[in-house]
């Protein structure tokens, strides 16, 4: 696949972990699609709770499937989505960025596949996405290796 197919084809699973959301609180869907080193695609959608703050992002469950799988250290690269569902779709808007606890969650996965993975942050309908390294996102990351667990 090309580098635009790849990121085309990550938007379009992202949407579709959308509509998987739960989100019944703040009625905003979210998706994330990581893609596997052997190029499998591992999705999540954000998951809420009566109990506010206890909500799951869609990119920690995400992230929280491939460790649990034994492949954190296999990300190479993430899209992201969000917005307000229309049936079984979103509504298009701006692009949907992670939230700094996602972005530290995605840097340790990151770091342990080392590499500076490339995340599409997507608008609902996938019409608006922009690219980022994940270093620009969380520049001088704490992480793995600062506790010596990476060379
Ligand atoms: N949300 C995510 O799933 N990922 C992010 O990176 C930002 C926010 C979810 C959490 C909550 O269910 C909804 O979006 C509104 O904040």
Not at 52 to 81: Q, R
Not at 117 to 124: A, D, F, Q
């Amino acid at each position: 696949m090309t580098d635009e197919s790849t990121r085309d084809a990550l938007i379009a699973a992202a949407r579709d972990a959308a509509s998987r959301a739960y989100a019944p609180y703040s009625g905003f869907h979210v998706g994330a699609a990581l893609l596997l080193k052997n190029g499998d695609v591992v999705t999540g959608a954000n998951v809420e709770n009566a109990s506010y703050g206890l909500t799951l992002c869609a990119e920690t469950a995400a992230i929280a499937k491939i460790a649990n799988e034994g492949w954190i250290g296999e990300l190479a690269e993430v899209a992201i989505v969000g917005g307000r569902p229309d049936g079984d779709a979103l509504l298009g808007g701006d692009a949907v960025h992670p939230c700094g606890r996602c972005r530290q969650i995605l840097n340790e996965a990151a770091e342990r596949s080392k590499t500076d993975i490339l995340v599409h942050c997507g608008s609902g309908d996938g019409m608006t996405v922009t690219s980022y390294r994940l270093s620009e996102l969380l520049p001088a990351a704490f992480g793995p290796k600062d506790l010596g667990l990476i060379d």
